[in-house]
């Protein structure tokens, strides 16, 4: 056989190259090859937005905010294992900005330390914190506001949570659940308020727990059976006695609370079932002795205790069938008159049509707003008042097996990865409590915004729950609402089609503004106000049941070219328990002062955050700003007591405006949001109230046009004729 030589020394050279290119790969466990020097590209993708929102700082060694390589460049803080970012270490180094809107794709982080820094700047922490294998996360000595995310709930490999020296403020609601692993919590130094919450009986494995300097109240029984070895409750505002189990603590610190003086009352006994047959004497022992001095029978204290359980039993049972009775006969009145109670008539549901122009409704007369079905107000008969429907407020919401065929455009992914570059960081145009939304452009020139929900927060169960909040929200028509244009939710995607509007939030144009763009004028924000109050009007007191947006803020308060307000986000909180909505929300400064004791939402909720907008748009201030000194760092808190002072008002306008404003019309603009940011609801007035006080706002001022021609900056002179009434 002849062997044939490869020519120039080819075949030496090849197997050289050959084995210099496995020397430099490494295979990991399971089969898969990495160079040396290879970054998962969703863990890179991640650090290069986060670079981007911790402001580009020049203090991280090699970071940057496109491409790289974290773990084969050694960024700094950067551990890897293989090619998954481990662990991400950068504290005391000033930094600022904010935590990544995509952390929670970081599928290997062990450890997120970024304490002692300049984070957050009085705004809550990043809901999309990672949650797969997180064991340590540390964000103390920063600026983060609002509540504790409601993330935290779904990491079950936490052992060490560290919050301590920030701003945190309002109830801690029940994101412990199911952190069994932890075994370190430090929330001190914050500005926490009302009971601890009852899933701190389930931190099974909590050895230290820090809580001091926060405004807690209640009692500490919920820590009783804790395994801690370290605990400090000082500062608050506790109440009661300390457990004694608590007592036995080595490292217990409880001063500076309201703790009750005086032995603690025993345990309530506990009382065992009798055993049946004992009608033959009240105080017979079991064999058969009496107690009462061997006097066998009922006493007369037994008999007139039988005679009044036999009452009040009696009581109740007729106040049952009473009950049964009237509600039978309300069932057979509208079976007689075919009138369901759980849905509207199916021809009925396609001629709903909103009526929020004419009719006014008695807001304490409407149904609660609890039910997550949400409908628009039926079609009414001509000379028929809500006043003769004696059932309108009390109609129930829709069974789900009887769902109302929605009127949406169906989108497939597709589609909307082709009209968004499939979701690009560039088509980005906003993050909110509820997901992220993109720009999307499709053919024709056709511009959308497509909202992609955040499944952490709205944990849909099954396509039908999903299938019923969009028919739901599909209902809701108002010239002041950003309606819904489609949905798409193929491939375990939950994706809503809206309008887009040019003009972007309220919020960006008061907040995010430069020294080019152009100032809100006077006239430009009263629009805003009344359209806004519009919107709020029609969700309270015309559709049934009430809506409660929950999440009424500047930000989702979106402006067309002409701007004109769509309020955003309608219809989505009301799928979600108070308790998680509040855990998830991130608005600082805009929540009443009753939801961050009770976490109940309400109308009047609605009604304060409205007040807080007005403010803004009076002032052009953020409504929290850590920024500002101590005492004007809260809006409310600022300018509640100022707003009936003349001269005050006056400082308090905002410097964009250069003083182009009527007086008057300053003044009753004053007076109507007073009433709306009152700390008590029931002063609160209802929307309703409020809309027609802005109208009159309007005609009374006429707004002053001979005061305010020209001075326009952000419009034409047609502005000013544009919402007259």
Request: net charge negative.
């Amino acid at each position: 056989m002849a062997i044939r030589k490869s020519g120039g020394g080819g075949g030496v050279g090849d197997v050289a190259r050959r084995l210099l290119l496995l020397a430099c790969c490494c295979i990991w466990p399971g089969g898969r090859i990495f160079t040396a020097a290879d970054t998962d590209p969703n863990d890179l993708n991640v650090l290069n937005t986060l670079f981007t929102s911790l402001n580009s700082p020049g203090q991280l060694r090699a970071w940057q905010a496109n491409g790289g390589d974290p773990c084969g460049q050694s960024w700094q803080g950067i551990t890897c294992s293989g090619s998954g970012v481990t662990k991400i270490l950068l504290p005391n180094l000033s930094l600022t900005g904010n935590l990544a809107y995509n952390m929670n794709n970081l599928g290997s982080l062990v450890e997120l330390d970024l304490s002692q820094n300049n984070l957050g700047g009085g705004g809550q922490i990043q809901y999309n914190l990672p949650n797969v294998k997180l064991e340590k996360l540390n964000l103390a000595g920063n600026q983060f506001g609002g509540n504790l995310p409601y993330s935290i709930s779904t990491m079950p490999n936490l052992k060490y949570l560290n919050l301590n020296h920030n701003q945190l403020q309002g109830n801690i609601t029940d994101v412990f659940s199911n952190l069994y692993s932890l075994s370190e919590l430090d929330l001190s130094f914050n500005s926490l308020t009302g009971d601890l919450p009852q899933s701190f009986t389930g931190l099974s494995s909590l050895k230290r727990m820090y809580l001091q300097n926060n405004q807690f109240t209640g009692y500490i029984n919920v820590l009783a059976n804790l395994p801690l070895e370290t605990l400090n409750v000082g500062n608050n505002h506790f109440t009661g006695w300390i457990p004694s189990q608590l007592k036995k603590i080595n490292n217990l610190q409880t001063d500076g609370n309201s703790w009750s003086t005086g032995p603690a009352p025993p345990p309530p006994p506990y009382t065992a079932p009798p055993p049946p047959n004992h009608w033959n004497g009240a105080g017979q022992n079991d064999d058969g002795s009496s107690s009462s001095g061997g006097r066998p029978g009922i006493g007369g204290g037994g008999v007139a205790g039988i005679i009044i359980s036999l009452l009040i039993v009696g009581s109740v049972v007729a106040f049952f069938l009473i009950k049964r009775r009237k509600h039978k006969a309300i069932m057979e009145e509208q079976f007689e008159q075919h009138q369901p109670f759980t849905s509207f008539p199916s021809n009925e549901v396609n001629d709903m049509k909103p009526i929020y122009e004419s009719t006014t409704v008695d807001i304490e007369s409407l149904a609660s707003p609890a039910s997550i079905n949400l409908k628009p107000p039926p079609k009414i008969e001509q000379n028929k008042s809500f006043d003769d429907d004696d059932d309108f407020s009390n109609k129930t919401a829709a069974n789900r097996s009887n769902i109302t065929p929605m009127k949406a455009t169906v989108y497939s992914v597709a589609d909307l990865q082709m009209a968004t570059d499939s979701f690009s960081f560039d088509n980005l145009v906003g993050e909110g409590t509820f997901g992220r939304v993109y720009r999307a452009q499709f053919n024709g020139g056709k511009v959308l915004a497509i909202k992609k929900l955040d499944i952490t927060v709205m944990p849909f169960q099954s396509s039908d729950d999903f299938a019923e909040l969009v028919s739901n929200i599909s209902k809701l028509h108002h010239p002041n609402l950003n309606e819904l244009v489609g949905y798409c939710m193929e491939h375990g995607q939950h994706l809503l089609v809206y309008d887009f509007h040019r003009n972007g939030s309220l919020h960006d144009l008061l907040h995010l503004s430069d020294e080019y763009s152009k100032a809100l004028s006077w006239n430009s924000r009263i629009k805003i106000a009344l359209g806004s109050a519009r919107a709020l009007e029609y969700l309270h007191e015309i559709c049934s049941p009430s809506i409660i947006h929950k999440n009424f803020k500047a930000s989702n308060i979106l402006l067309d070219s002409e701007f004109n307000p769509h309020l955003s986000d309608t219809g989505l909180a009301s799928f979600i328990p108070d308790a998680e909505f509040q855990a998830a929300e991130q608005s600082a400064g805009y929540t009443a002062p009753e939801v961050d004791m009770t976490g109940q939402y309400t109308l009047k909720s609605d009604v304060y955050s409205f007040g807080v907008v007005m403010l803004e748009l009076l002032t052009g201030r953020r409504p929290f700003d850590s920024s500002r000194p101590r005492s004007e760092q809260s809006l409310v808190r600022w300018a509640a007591p100022q707003l009936h002072d003349i001269d005050a008002l006056d400082r308090m306008v905002d410097p964009a405006l250069k003083g182009l404003y009527p007086a008057k019309s300053l003044s009753r603009f004053a007076d109507v949001l007073a009433l709306c940011v009152q700390p008590e609801p029931e002063f609160r007035p209802p929307m309703s109230e409020v809309v027609q006080a802005l109208v009159r706002l309007v005609q009374r001022a006429n707004m002053t046009k001979r005061m305010l021609d020209g001075g326009d900056t952000s419009r034409g002179p047609d502005d000013q004729d544009q919402y007259f009434i």
